[in-house]
């Protein structure tokens, strides 16, 4: 089975700009979360979707949004782009219900702002 | 969120043990203790969990102290492929925000031929 995907693999982007990353999950996977992993870090939770639903949101402004669609792929949405925005965004779907622990995370999506 | 406490680096050589350790004084009773790795260049992927008892998998064992304010992810034979950030991570079994992880800094093992 293909494990999580992401695309595209990397990205180059100008400040102020808008871009859309894109997730697809594990078949059979209905939670998809989305991290942020700036250089030298651990990655930063960013959203949780759970059967098209937010379950959770981290300490992103409100520039980020996502959301998940009926195939349970994931979009996220990043506007008037900053330089701190430069980061690895990583994807990771896990199985339905509360008792799911492992979480599977795709190769992320590598995005450059100058 | 509860904290945890690793060190930034550690080296072994190939074919040895390798213990890693975390600290989690602050940790409550519904927390989970997962461990995760990052090799090189790959998003992170999941190594093992437990929640008051020792716990053997695959890839590694988890032994957890008996007051939980600790524990040690020990890999029993080290290989190049194990090169990697390891994280060590406290996840609350909250329902809603059941799948939030919180990613310290890690580890940093390196593997020696």
């Known amino acids: 089975d293909a494990g999580v995907t992401q695309s595209p693999t990397h990205l180059i982007k100008t400040r102020g700009q808008q871009v859309t990353l894109r997730c697809s999950p594990i078949s059979g996977h209905k939670s998809v979360s989305w991290y942020q992993q700036v250089l030298g870090q651990g990655p930063q939770f960013i959203f949780q979707?759970?059967?098209?639903?937010?379950?959770g949101r981290g300490n992103f402004p409100d520039r980020f949004s996502a959301r998940q669609f009926p195939n349970y792929s994931s979009e996220l949405n990043v506007n008037a782009l900053l330089l701190g925005d430069s980061a690895l965004y990583l994807c990771?779907?896990?199985?339905?219900?509360?008792?799911?622990?492992?979480?599977?995370f795709g190769p992320g999506t590598r995005l450059t702002v100058t | 969120d509860a904290k945890t406490t690793q060190p930034n680096s550690m080296e072994s050589n190939e074919e040895e043990p390798v213990h890693l350790p975390c600290n989690h004084s602050t940790i409550s009773g519904t927390d989970y203790i997962h461990w995760y790795r990052q090799l090189p260049s790959q998003g992170p992927e999941y190594v093992i969990h437990?929640?008051?008892s020792n716990v053997n998998n695959r890839m590694a064992s988890l032994a957890i102290a008996e007051d939980r304010k600790s524990s040690t992810l020990i890999l029993h034979r080290a290989t190049l492929r194990d090169a990697a950030v390891y994280y060590c991570i406290l996840r609350r079994n909250s329902g809603g925000s059941n799948y939030k992880l919180t990613f310290g800094k890690g580890t940093l093992l390196t593997v020696n031929p």
């Open positions: 979707y759970y059967e098209k639903e937010e379950r």
């Open positions: 990771a779907s896990s199985s339905a219900g509360a008792i799911s622990y492992e979480q599977y």
């Open positions: 437990g929640l008051t």
